[in-house]
């Protein structure tokens, strides 16, 4: 066992791995679901009816998380498209909890893999605490 700090030489292209698969999955969740809004999916429309602030809210959503999900893909995009999605997602966990009456998990589980990301995607100009910043 090592003392020191360093990581493994693997590591840095292991994490590159781990963080294009999770960006992939993430993005490609929201890129149908933001889609499933767009297109009016009877669902969709029904769960917006519930949260009641309009259907013009499920288009906004939609377009957000179609877009970020997109911008997930894009490394320079990445760590702003993962934040967006992030605020997405702290809004679906108390709607769920709160008019819904449904299960947070899917959001919060969303939300969590938002935040490994935008860790992750940080840009090198803003400071980080306790860690290297992958560059992809």
């Not at 890129?31 to 969709?44: E, V």
């Not at 997109?70 to 997602?89: D, E, K, Q, T």
């Not at 990301?117 to 910043?133: C, Q, T």
């Amino acid at each position: 066992m090592t003392m020191s700090n360093e990581l493994p030489a693997a590591s840095g292209k292991g994490r590159r791995i781990i963080l294009w698969t999770l960006s992939v999955l993430t993005a490609l969740a929201f890129i149908a679901a933001g889609g499933s809004k767009l297109a009016g999916a009877p669902a969709m429309v029904k769960i917006f009816d519930k949260v009641g602030v309009g259907q013009w809210f499920r288009y906004f959503t939609g377009f957000v998380e179609l877009t970020a999900g997109i911008g997930l893909l894009i490394s320079r995009y990445a760590f702003y498209a993962a934040l967006a999605l992030a605020v997405v997602m702290i809004g679906a966990t108390i709607t769920q909890l709160t008019v819904l009456a449904g299960s947070p998990a899917a959001p919060v589980a969303l939300l969590v893999l938002n935040g490994v990301i935008a860790y992750l995607r940080k840009p090198v100009h803003l400071p980080i605490a306790g860690g290297d910043r992958v560059r992809t």
